[in-house]
């Protein structure tokens, strides 16, 4: 069995709850999982101090695999110069190094990609096509029978209670390809409450199309919890076995003392991809001209 722990939106700085951190801390070590996830928005405002307290932060936790990516906070959107010349800087230089990395762990390949969009898109986010070019590559690197996950801040799909256009552009056509590479899973954040999705919920054509789960942590150390996660911070434990992900929601109130399990939902799993996801990552290769 893998244990993943999802959480998201940090945003250190102005709305960073520190109660929050240190109840999200607590439950690191009674879940003890195998991965640590965090889908972006270290930070508030991209700011040196924001940046030294995530990084502080990131090395008290235990010493297991950790996978970032950047979130559209992550940018210094109001310091226009520095946008301009190095938007990546401070992350780079405080949280990774790298904004597309892959990560192996037993049972599983993740690969984290960057959609944050210093330049345009900046709220909504971007992918490019030499992104899933490199999920692609990586995916096909995957031993048999690995779980595929992919990680990226902005969401593919949107929340019940959100607009359809409050999604990544081009949401379809990445949707489709993801499936064409055999992913399982994609863990994200960004709308500051928790939802879960299928994939063949967002898109208009699916036929063919193999699905996978989409799961989006709501913030889970801010107080900037939106819709019903109004005040309230959340994360998710996903315990995936041979034949199924038991996703687990954990909510806090702010007041509560820590997260407590509210609400758990069992999804089946399909078999090891073998021969036929191969073919499926070269497919997705093949096609990234079409990509917006």
């Not at 009674?30 to 502080?56: H, W």
């Not at 054509?205 to 193999?210: A, F, I, K, L, V």
């Not at 038991?246 to 399990?261: A, K, N």
């Amino acid at each position: 069995m893998l244990t993943i722990l999802h959480g998201s939106d940090l945003h250190f700085g102005k709305h960073h709850t520190p109660e929050a951190a240190s109840a999200f801390r607590r439950c690191v070590d009674e879940v003890n999982p195998d991965l640590i996830v965090l889908s972006g928005d270290f930070t508030q405002r991209a700011k040196v101090r924001e940046y030294e307290e995530a990084r502080d932060f990131l090395a008290r936790l235990p010493e297991i695999p950790v996978v970032v990516t950047p979130g559209n906070h992550d940018v210094p959107v109001y310091r226009v110069w520095e946008r301009l010349i190095s938007p990546m800087g401070n992350y780079r230089r405080f949280i990774s190094a790298e904004l597309d990395r892959v990560t192996r762990v037993p049972g599983a390949t993740v690969v984290s990609l960057s959609s944050a969009a210093p330049y345009r898109a900046v709220v909504n986010g971007r992918l490019r096509v030499r992104q899933l070019d490199f999920a692609a590559h990586a995916f096909r690197g995957a031993s048999d029978g690995d779980l595929r996950i992919l990680v990226t801040h902005h969401n593919l799909i949107a929340a019940p209670d959100c607009l359809p256009e409050q999604v990544l552009p081009g949401h379809g056509k990445y949707l489709k390809a993801l499936s064409a590479m055999g992913v399982d899973l994609v863990l994200g954040g960004h709308l500051h409450r928790a939802f879960v999705g299928n994939s063949l919920d967002a898109v208009l054509e699916p036929d063919g199309m193999r699905p996978f789960l989409l799961i989006h942590s709501g913030t889970t150390t801010s107080g900037r919890g939106r819709g019903r996660e109004r005040k309230k911070n959340s994360f998710f434990v996903i315990r995936v076995t041979a034949d199924s992900f038991e996703v687990t929601y954990r909510l806090s109130s702010g007041d509560s003392g820590g997260f407590s399990p509210v609400a758990q939902h069992i999804f089946p799993r399909k078999s090891g991809m073998g021969p036929e996801g191969e073919d499926r990552s070269r497919a997705a290769a093949h096609e990234k001209e079409e990509m917006p």
